[in-house]
């Protein structure tokens, strides 16, 4: 353990310790050569003493074939993979937090080594000879430097790319000295408690945009210019004259424009639909009390500008951007009868309990994104702030993480500061409340949560480790699903938090932007986009090809392999981070489809009410066999995982859901190999004694 208080050690028990290792490595080198290796995994602690400096390193056996690391959910290098060892060696060290696991392999044996404290820990990558030197370093900052003793856990099996994560479960399920990382809880079990997760069983995961109470698609467009008409014509006393009276100059002028033109431009249409919007939201407009909620506020007003425009606008049972109910029509049309939407921002001022309840009549869980990461100056100024980082003065001035030096720690992107979740906690039952009182939801998605970011806090009086961090982070969790009942999810996925989530979001696909300059470059082609226009930004909606040095290994079949879905998967539903939904990335997109298949990972679209048609059509065939696959085997662990061909491109997984099991095997190449077609999966379902053949849509990667 690393706390200070428990990591007293004496000289005799660090001399019969090391005796310990050197019996372990003994043990290694005769099972390499040649002895069988237990079919049920051994564990073996091996404690190391940490330095004056606050390091201490634990490395694998070398000389290995092949290292196993938790990066990009999962990835094997092989000794003779002179480009994947030199992307290792480049972006090193990288955080344990998401699985605390990491092996080797060497002849027919998988050295597997556990962090059961990887709060501290990383994965440290060097060269000897010819060698990797792949190790586990602990890594104390200043004043967290009393920690003594740290340990590894070690285990030895047959070899196997996912041996690690086969390793880890059964150690899990050991239950007995686990360190920070919690015994596992499955989908199942957690299901019991709350029967809303069974919703996450074959449900694709879409994120929604578009806040507006009011949208361009809420006038018929053979009225725009009659609305324009009538606003520029009201009277200053008048209802529809007191609503243009809060427009902007912009806002008048493009009133005045509409109304004179001979077709209604999608721009001006936008900008005249934005002001309406506002004036729905405003108490003003009509003289309505201070204190009135702001549902009350906005049902008024809906009503006095349908008494006005009666002839000119669509049903007001239809408005709204994404949280329009004809949204999820045009759902239920395409066949989704179970879906995860999460609103793409907190939209705390859109109450829409009309859309929540015919989301709930659908069968469809609903949920926002929200965000305990940052906080910012209130009142900052709107390209400085966003949403989620907003609090009050006192969260700005004490809610923020100080660092050793005792400056504030920068948050995201250099705005604001980290906001101490031990700080947060009342801020957070307090947003989740409020909106939840205007519009009900049955999920929530907490950003950064369950990643790989947690902080040492130095300020007096409140001082906190990295444990205590993600404890504060684990209460708040677990508060929004026992007290709400909410079907909670986070980005990232880390065991520390898997008792604690149903779902996570950046497992499969993580964020990369920060690993390739032309991502964030406007002149790159592989630029990823805008944040624009609100309601449908270039950074989700726009597809983009990504440079070879980004390809791999993150959509690298032959580097790729799934140790996460096979050490977590029947506790956490985790797809892509949503920079990277299923269609955003152009010269990958079969590669990704036929992986999400054969991982069994959730499909996820970003859409808009305008878009939605369109984008589901390019992903249909895909969303339909997921769903038949995930409804009977989402929750069910992946047993085995292995390279058909030698090239590794033919890969196959089997999931038992306890009463049978579904085989899937994919050919990634693009043609013919081991008897499948190129870009194609073959799935045989043993229950039922059906085989069914897919072709991935996108084949030019």
Known sequence: ???AAAARFKVVAWVLRAVCVMLWCVAILVGVSGVAVAAEPRFERVELAVGVDGVATWWLPGDADAWVLPVVGGVEVRRADLAMRSWLLEHQPFHLLELPVV??????????AIVPWPHYAQIVVGESGDDLAVGVRFVFPERRLGATLVEVVIAETEASPIAPAMALRAWRDGGEGLGGVPPRVTLADKAKKNPNIDRLLGAPH????????????DVPRRRWIAVAESLRAAPAGATLGRLTATFTDDERAAVAELAS????????????????????RDPAWLDQPADRSLGHVIDRNREALVSTLPNDLADPATWGGAMSPALLVAMERAGIDQALLLLSNLYADTPRPDFAAAAERAGYLLGRYDSYHSVHAPHAGPNDTWDTAQFDRMAYEQGRVIRADGAGKPGFRGRGYHFAPSFAEPYVKRRIGGVLAETPQTAWFFDCDAAYEYFDDYRPGREATRLDDVAARLARLRWAADAHGLVVGSEGGSLLFANAIAFGHGVHTPYFGHHYAGYRDRSSPYFGGRHWPPDQPDQSFKPIPLPDEVVSPYFDPAARVPLYQAAARDEVVTSHHWAYDSIKLSNVAAT?????????????????????VERHAAVADRFKLFAELHGAYGF????SFEHVTDDRLVQRTVFDNGSSRLTLTANFAPDERAGIPGRTIVAHDAAIGRTVTHRAAHTTD
């Open 261 to 280: 033109a001979d077709w209604p431009m999608g721009y001006l249409t936008r900008t005249l639909a934005a002001a309406i919007d506002r004036g729905l």
């Open 206 to 217: 879409l994120y929604l945009w578009g806040n507006a109470l009011f949208s361009r698609q």
């Open 103 to 112: 092996g080797a392999t060497r002849g027919g044996v998988t050295t597997t």
């Open 636 to 639: 069910a662990p992946m047993v």
């Open 592 to 612: 990704r489809e036929l992986m999400e298949l054969l991982y069994l990972v959730p499909p996820m679209l970003h859409v808009s009410r305008a878009t939605f």
């Open 1 to 3: 353990m690393i706390d």
